[in-house]
């Protein structure tokens, strides 16, 4: 069995995490390379960080492209070799350059939404009640915000039974 513990590495702030594997039946011990961590969120130790960026919540491909540009990184370089100044610079611009991503994002879209559904409106009812917003329809191919379907409502009629005609006298 492996057990992985997370350390944090002396002289680091924080925006890097060890991981340390312990492997009980071998009685060995490794430890693995930093992985960068930005806001909160560990980023993937093998991409190449501007694809990397891209798993922050809110961060596609041209924004980490303008957010490396900012902080003077390169684009090409592999996330496991940024150095700690780089992670901080990159941190930096996105704290401070005024981009929204991860928690702020999250609940600013969540907040739009409390405030439709307190005002009233349409899209808030739709929101609500779990339906599509945007006027799609719902008759068929809805099934993403409907849910699965509910049981078969079909009424399933007992057999009847066959009357004996009426005697004739």
């Not at 039946?25 to 991409?47: F, M, Q, T």
């Not at 596609?60 to 700690?84: C, F, H, W, Y």
């Amino acid at each position: 069995m492996n057990d992985v513990k997370l350390l944090k590495e002396e002289g680091l702030s924080g925006l890097f995490v060890v991981t340390l594997s312990i492997n009980k039946d071998k009685g060995n011990c490794e430890r693995s390379k930093a992985v960068p961590r930005i806001l909160g969120i560990d980023i993937p130790k093998e991409k190449k960080i501007e694809i990397a960026l891209g798993y922050l919540y809110g961060i596609g491909r041209a924004l980490s492209n303008k957010i490396l540009k900012e902080a003077q990184v390169d684009p090409s370089k592999r996330a496991k070799d940024l150095t700690e100044d780089e992670v901080l610079h990159i941190t930096n611009v996105i704290q401070k350059g005024g981009y929204r991503a991860e928690g702020d994002l999250r609940r600013d879209i969540s907040q739009n939404i409390k405030r439709l559904i307190d005002i009233g409106s349409w899209r808030g009812l739709r929101h609500k009640k779990g339906l599509p917003v945007r006027g799609q329809r719902t008759r068929t191919n809805a099934r993403t915000r409907k849910g699965k379907r509910k049981g078969g409502l079909a009424v399933v009629r007992k057999p009847e039974e066959k009357k004996a005609p009426p005697e004739k006298k």
